[in-house]
């Protein structure tokens, strides 16, 4: 399965990342909390940690990574705001940390105070640059939108791929975008099983208007192509 891109279809497909996805979290979370009781707090202001911590990290968030990221980004079609805003957030988390632990592990000099070190950066940058994300994102113009819980799900479990079935979205300026369902040029062998809108379902009839941004599920023949151009623009 080695490079198969990211849309392939699968058994068990949207558990298996839900699953993932709150393993992941929770690792993080777990990370955090255990890494963090290895940092005696009494010993920052004596070993200087605070003061090296909190200029590094300065340095690392204002002037090494919007470097970096200018360098890298140069060629990319990107506005202005759009590169301040992938400069900014270059959170740092549990991983620069659990390195930092490999340093007190060899026996490094001053290993304990650089471990420290390490430490406030990514404090800084979890507390300061997290905090600030929403902030600089509105300021840059980058949108953010809340995503609603969307606790109900309707499926269905097959024990062979089923031949047919084909998942769309409308986008904008296509030619289903402000068409109904029977003014739709899928053939007479295609019908539209189901419409969701905004997270709820659209009750479907030869008479239901298609917007920008609904999904829709068809059962067609073979001519998926023809069908798939419906639903695209340009």
Known sequence: ?????????????????????????????????????????????????????????????????????????WRMRLRAGERVFLAFTGL???????????????????ADRLYDVVFVVVAF?????????????RMCQVPMRSVRLEPWALGVRLRDKPDGVVRHTVEDGSPADGRTVGELDIGEDTWVSLVVREGGLVPVSGSTRLRAGDE????????????AGQFTSG
């Open 125 to 137: 940058s979890v507390i300061v640059q997290g905090s600030l994300v929403p902030t600089v994102a």
């Open 92 to 110: 740092k988390g549990a991983v620069p940390i659990l390195l930092g632990s490999y340093i007190v592990s060899a026996g490094v000099t001053d």
């Open 1 to 73: 399965m080695r490079g198969a891109p990211r849309d392939v279809r699968a058994p068990y497909k949207k558990e298996i990342e839900r699953f993932h996805t709150a393993l992941g979290s929770l690792g993080e979370i777990v990370a955090f909390a255990m890494l963090g009781l290895t940092v005696p707090l009494w010993t920052f202001t004596a070993e200087g940690a605070w003061t090296d911590g909190l200029l590094l990290a300065v340095l690392v968030a204002f002037v090494v990574r919007p470097v970096v990221m200018a360098a890298l980004l």
């Open 216 to 227: 829709v599920l068809l059962l067609t023949g073979d001519d998926t192509e023809h069908c």
